[in-house]
């Protein structure tokens, strides 16, 4: 089965700078790589995704490069904003009714 | 309008009691999840039903025994909990988990604490 390994597993940034965290996954059928952000206490929501089909996609401060090869993809935040701080959560599916997650990364903004 | 409601929103039970959470989704999407995540965070998949028809049991004891009545519902039961069962349970939906996965839409979560 498909496997997500996500890093790294807590990352502190100054408001206003970036934040990039990083995915790798195993099965080189997977095609659909979404990002989910958790807040405190709250229900994982998406926030992104990408299909195999594309090498980037972008959503205001917010963009996902993919990379088919490697098999990596990553999550970009640029001017990191205090709420911005969550847990974030890469996945990836191929199309067999199992959307397989990376352990996490929390994500701290300091003001 | 609630898009995915799980009740309850909290259990603290005692080992060896059977529970169960209810999940309701009115988004009409035709596939429903249950995925455990542990006091780590780790969205773990436990099921996934598509149209009623169980589709994935990610090695799941069968303690745990989850039934969708219809295509809008997965209720999840737990029999003889264990004090390693103790985590926050998601119910999720999306359009369709085969060709055309798309987003998941998760319920609050139902925390449970196994005494």
């Known amino acids: 089965g498909e496997n997500v390994e996500q890093h790294p597993s807590t990352l502190s940034v100054q408001e206003g700078d970036s934040a990039v965290i990083k995915c790798t996954y195993s099965?080189?059928?997977?095609?659909?790589f979404p990002w989910y952000k958790q807040e405190l206490g709250k229900r994982p929501q998406l926030i992104i995704d990408?299909?195999?089909?594309?090498g980037e996609k972008k959503d205001q401060r917010i963009a996902v490069t993919l990379n088919k090869t490697a098999k990596h993809f990553s999550l970009h935040i640029t001017e990191t904003q205090p709420e911005d701080s969550a847990v974030y959560f890469c996945?990836?599916?191929?199309?067999?009714?199992?959307?397989?997650f990376g352990a996490g990364t929390t994500v701290t903004v300091r003001a | 309008d609630t898009a995915v409601s799980q009740t309850p929103k909290y259990l603290v039970t005692q080992m060896g009691n059977d529970k169960s959470i209810k999940c309701e989704q009115n988004?009409?999407?035709?596939?429903m999840y249950w995925y455990k995540q542990d006091s780590k965070k780790f969205l773990k998949i436990m099921f996934s039903?598509?149209?009623?028809?169980?589709?994935i049991n990610e090695t799941v004891p069968n303690r745990f025994s989850p039934k969708s009545p219809d295509k809008a519902h997965l209720n999840l039961h737990i029999n003889s909990l264990e004090l390693g069962d103790s985590a926050v349970y998601f119910c999720?939906?999306?359009?369709?988990?085969?060709?055309?996965?798309?987003?998941?839409?998760f319920g609050e979560g139902s925390r449970l604490t196994v005494l």
């Open positions: 988004l009409g999407h035709d596939t």
């Open positions: 999720a939906s999306s359009i369709s988990g085969g060709a055309n996965t798309g987003e998941l839409f």
């Open positions: 990408i299909r195999s089909n594309v």
């Open positions: 039903y598509n149209n009623k028809e169980l589709i």
């Open positions: 996945a990836a599916s191929s199309n067999d009714y199992k959307l397989s």
């Open positions: 099965d080189s059928a997977s095609n659909y």
